[in-house]
């Protein structure tokens, strides 16, 4: 019997499944480290700060977005990054719960 994705992992695995490749590309790490230690910026200003070039910088800007995990606010010709704040804290709660869930394994592998 064929099952699809959906019927054998859980939401909860699924949506930490898709977080964690979005996470799994250090300058996406880079990008988000460097947004949560400012209000906002412009990808001029990310791209000053990690050493690759504008259309890189915009492709993993784009993945970031579409993960739900920044969000940008056009004014004139700029396009201004933020943290999306509820998005963050939805990741760090699934996060901490499968992590938790893992270190309570109080069984010791023997091989």
Do not use: W
Request: include cysteine; hydrophobic fraction near 40%; glycine fraction near 4%.
């Amino acid at each position: 019997m064929t099952y699809a994705k959906k019927e054998v992992f859980t939401s909860d695995l699924q949506l930490l499944a898709s977080f964690a490749k979005v996470l799994s590309h250090p300058a996406r790490m880079a990008i988000l480290d460097f947004l949560a230690k400012q209000d906002s910026c412009i990808s001029g200003e990310i791209t000053d700060e990690i050493p690759l070039s504008r259309s890189t910088v915009s492709q993993h800007l784009q993945e970031l977005k579409n993960a739900g995990l920044i969000k940008g606010t056009i004014s004139g010709t700029r396009v201004y990054y933020c943290l999306e704040t509820d998005k963050i804290v939805e990741l760090k709660q699934l996060m901490y719960g499968f992590m938790e869930k893992l270190s309570r394994n109080s069984t010791s592998c023997q091989i």
